[in-house]
């Protein structure tokens, strides 16, 4: 299994522009995440998805967009990319059972820089 | 709502001290608790959680973490450090009722082991 894979790994955007984050799992989770990781500010989460044609905003949402038409995939849409919102990536995944939670798994990231 | 605190932003120790990260909680109803690794440009790696049961949580690397319900606390130990486990450690909770499965992370915590 490969996990959670996000691409592009680092990116540089022009203020205004717009660009798709993916996010692919294989592990068939019914949850999955997206956060931005900002220096000496942790993880705060920007939208989240339960399933399929299931999402709702998170913490920090303003200036992004989800969809999540698959159970595997789960794309974040910046349009008009703004300074603010340099900063790095995080897909996560994962699943529930009937005696507890699961841990979250992460992709390795997507770095980007809006100039 | 559920939050995290973490309140070092950096723990220095010496190769073969132990070594503490201090986190704790606040969360409605009864948490799950997650500890995660993050080594530079990489993404978060899983080191233990509490779900239910033993207060003492053993996971990977020599790591552990003890639950404490009356202090809402879940301090992550390791007996002996190792120069490689300095990295940025985060403490994450997840409310057992949220069927959104939402985690909540906190700031993080360097930390830092010299030779």
């Known amino acids: 299994n490969a996990g959670v894979t996000q691409t592009p790994k680092f990116r540089i955007l022009k203020i205004g522009q717009s660009m798709t984050l993916q996010c692919t799992q294989d592990m068939n989770h019914n949850y999955m995440y997206w956060y931005r990781q900002d220096p000496g500010m942790g993880l705060k989460l920007i939208y989240y998805?339960?399933?399929?044609?299931?999402?709702d905003k998170g913490e920090v949402p303003n200036g992004y967009n989800v969809s999540r038409s698959t159970t595997e995939d789960f794309p974040l849409r910046l349009e008009l990319a703004a300074p603010s919102q340099t900063s790095v990536y995080f897909c996560?995944?994962?699943?529930?059972?009937?005696?507890?939670?699961?841990?979250?798994?992460f992709g390795q990231g997507t770095r980007l820089t809006v100039v | 709502a559920q939050s995290v605190a973490q309140p070092e932003d950096q723990v220095n120790v010496a190769e073969g001290n132990p070594l503490t990260v201090k986190c704790t909680y606040s969360v409605s109803g009864n948490p799950y608790l997650f500890w995660y690794v993050q080594y530079p440009n990489r993404g978060l790696q899983f080191l233990l959680k509490y779900i239910t049961g033993d207060n003492l949580v053993k996971g990977s690397y020599g790591f552990e973490a003890e639950f404490n319900k009356s202090q809402t606390s879940f301090h992550l130990k390791k007996p002996s450090a190792l120069v490689s486990d300095s990295a940025l450690y985060f403490c994450a909770v997840r409310a057992t009722t949220d069927s959104w499965g939402k985690f909540q992370f906190g700031a993080g915590t360097q930390v830092v082991v010299t030779p």
């Open positions: 996560a995944s994962s699943y529930s059972t009937g005696t507890g939670g699961t841990e979250a798994f």
């Open positions: 998805s339960v399933g399929a044609g299931i999402t």
